[in-house]
C-alpha cells in the first residue's frame, strides 16, 4: 500500500519535469498546487500557447480547461488550471500504479 508522501511525490514528478519546476519537492499536496499555480500564471503571461499545448499532451481536456479560463470563474484561471492539471496527474501516478502492463510475447527478434 503506497501511503499518501509517496503518492505525492508521484504526481509530483509528473508535474516538476513538464512544467520546469524547480526547488525543493514539496510537502503537501497545497505547496504543490501552490509552485504550479505561480508557474501556470507566468506561462499564461509569457507563454500561452505553450501551455496550451502542454495541457493538451498532459491529457487535460478541453471541457475542463474553458470554465476555468473564463473572466467570471470562481478563482484565477492559473488556480483553476493548476487543479486541473494537479487532478490529471494524480490519475496518472495512480494509474502507473496499479496497472502493470504485461510483457509482450514473441518480441524476441525485436532486441537491439
Known sequence: MMDKNEHLLDTAALIRGPFELEGAAPGTEEELLSMLADRIAEMLER???YLMSL??????????IHPVMRHDA??????GLARLVLERQKQRAET???VKPDPLEGMDDWKW
Open 96 to 98: 502507473k500504479r496499479t
Open 55 to 64: 495541457l493538451y499532451r498532459l491529457d487535460v481536456l478541453e471541457e475542463k
Open 47 to 49: 507563454q500561452p500557447e
Open 74 to 79: 470562481p478563482e484565477p484561471a492559473n488556480w
